[in-house]
């Protein structure tokens, strides 16, 4: 199973749950189910509490994700200073909406509770790089670099 | 390096790497924290590092990548040593320049520096008003030190305070000693530390933990984030020292994975340290071993509780539980837990090597020391400020973040992030410290501090804050998953103009018992925002409610857009920029907004030229009828 080599690293240990999914995401871009009951049977936690995890914390994702993920910060900072407004441009560049991935599985876009760069707000992210308030040009450029 | 096995083996590697350097050397050091990151700092550091291959200076110039100086605003920051001239927003394109003119030529590039208003040039950063201000205790060697770099740590005296406290402190000594500092935590409540290490190292078990709290979540806040990626070591000294004087052998870290470049540092430092031989078994030969893991949290506001977050290290559901007994009697793994956030752990080196009293004497009587804050919102320096406690929102606002942008009017400023409350002008002058900014209804919290100006409405801002809130409510407990959502639903609709009489009260009672019924301190400060809010701003929910009027004409549902017939010149522009065709107007006639079409996007109020600001905005008045005669009346240029 393809995930073994993550569950290795942290050698099958319960309370490393948390860490395996997070890398897990990282690899697959999502939770398939087939792959979360190899993680129950390994770590020897039942599926249901698994479940309860993953969909507790904000980063996991239980359907399949885009190839390139676009986060537009929310937080305080970029709120006062026109989130909504970037936020409204993604979407009208991206054509989905917030929490959505595109059909061809190229982009998905999420809103995110503070990057931590406020003094750069409004600002997003595209596969971890940061853009300060980009327009609708900048953005249409970004996304042709985007497999 | 070899592996350090005394603390003469770590003084005299110390003067070795001190021998190795020459500190007349030119060093061009970059910023390199997430801000400028963003402003493409890497591609000018790698500038440098071409145009000084390509110009023979290779070797005689050194190019340094260093954590965050904190004025996010002017990124890139370039500061070339060791004359220390600072240069602001650094382009690739300016490099040649500045190669050529200020490391060869020694003249410095004006254009470069920092403007007084008065439009003088400042050469260094700690005359800059954004610096000058600040009494920069933690961030002082940020500008010094590579993170990636253990060295350059040491070269400012790094791990001398872990030398001084193993060598010649018992645990209770230091215990003492961070006591009688009077440290207090800086990740919200204030707790003093050193009373919380003494009741860890005091209770019964035979084996302890300390954690460091990096899930910095409170939107609008960054400071712990730029400690750890800009001076990593700093925070795992005073950890190390935590865990020696609480009698723990291990620690964890618990770090956002929304910061990717601080797990990145830590685990580069901790391999450093490991190597070293200042952390593992035997550290520094003195007998003392002590092991740090790090734990990447998942997106979880709530998990950045201290019983939340140790749940969230057991690989469970990061929820808190009810805190009869206290984590430092029983918390991760059932085991005496000491939980400080980044800031905290950043402190303790200082107080170890300079006392108790040298810190004690900076700050206010209940609190001491310094402050990180991330200034940011509509106030023009934004960035990272550090200020000794009871420094003035006045002086913080104005004196260092040189004041609100676009000359507009102060109106508010949030602390605390979205359990802290708003503070209006006229308290602008009371000194910021954890007992004043309780007294008025806010809190310190972790040190966000966000300025509104007079575009800002204060229920929208209310109603944010609970969005944020009900959404990262665990919902383990009722008052905070209900009453945060039913105080949130009132808010919208007061903001859609749906307000009903009493509701100002209704969010008052429910306040009340959101905040003594709640499980955890985020039910508990919920309402703070709204309370706050209400206190200061109580016109401006009337208004809302009575006559369906928002004064800052920022809620949607109740501001219209209307085309000033006596003040259009019919330039075209908001006809133009409008999405939904909502404007019709021909050459030489007034501009009209057609209300059932408007979507009230703000295009047109943008577009509008400054000087004839004929598109304005209405809230709490019926919309004019577009006049019979629509021939322009106002002259073109005219001021209006």
Known sequence: MPVDHIIDRYDARREALVQILLDVQKELRWLPRNVLKRVS?????????????????KHFSLVPQGRHQMSVCVGTACHVRGAQKLLDRVSNVVGIQAGGTSKDERFSLHTVNCVGCCALGPVMTVDGEYLSNPTTEELEKVCETCE | MARLTSL????????????????????????????????????????????LEAKGLAGKVDVRRTGCHGFCERGPIVVMLPEETCYLKVKVEDVPELVAETLVGGKVVERLLYRTDAGEGVVHENDIPFYKHQTRLL????????????????????????????????????????????LRGRGGAGFPAGVKWETTRNSPGDERYVLVNADEGDPGAYMDRSILEGNPHSVLEGFIIGGYAIGARTGYVYVRQEYPLAVENLIGALDDLHEAGLLGENILGTGFSFEILIYRGAGAFVSGESSALMSSIEGKVGEPRPKYIRTSVKGLFDKPSNLNNVETWANVPLIISRGAEWFAGIGTEGSKGTKV??????????????????????????????????????????????????????????????????KVGSMMGSGGMIVMDD???MPDVAKYFLEFLADESCG????????????????????????REGDVELLEDLSTTVQDASLCALGQSAPNPVLSSIHYFRDEYRAHVEEKRCPALVCKALTSYWVDPDKCIACGLCKKNCPVGAISGEKKQVHVVDQALCTKCDTCFQVCPPKTRAVTKLSGQPVPKPPEDLAVRAAKGKKG
């Open chain 1, 41 to 57: 049977d390994r770590l020897g936690v039942t599926l249901r509490e698994i479940y309860n995890v993953a969909t507790f914390y």
């Open chain 2, 8 to 51: 003469e083996d770590l003084e005299r590697y110390r003067q070795e790497v001190l021998a190795r350097r020459d500190p007349k050397k030119p060093c061009v050091t970059i910023c390199s924290g997430t801000g400028c990151r963003a402003y493409k700092s890497e591609k000018v550091a790698h500038a440098f590092q071409a145009e």
């Open chain 2, 139 to 182: 961030f002082h060697d940020n500008l010094r030190i590579d993170p990636t770099n253990l060295d350059d740590y040491l070269a400012v005296g790094g791990y001398g305070a872990l030398a001084k406290a193993l060598g010649s402190m018992t645990p209770e000594q230091v215990v003492a000693e961070v006591k009688k500092s009077n």
């Open chain 2, 373 to 438: 804050f991330s200034l940011v919102g509509k106030v023009n320096n934004t960035g990272l400020v550090e200020v000794p406690m009871g420094m003035s929102l006045r002086r913080i606002v104005f004196d260092i973040g040189g004041g609100i942008r676009e000359g507009r009017a102060f109106k508010a400023v949030q602390t605390g992030g979205p359990s802290g409350g708003v503070i209006p002008e006229s308290m602008l002058d009371l000194p910021v410290d954890f007992d004043e900014l309780t």
């Open chain 2, 455 to 457: 575009n800002t409405c």
């Open chain 2, 476 to 499: 383990k407990c009722v008052p905070c998953r209900e009453g945060v959502w039913q105080m949130l639903q009132i808010l919208t609709r007061m903001v859609k103009g749906e307000g």
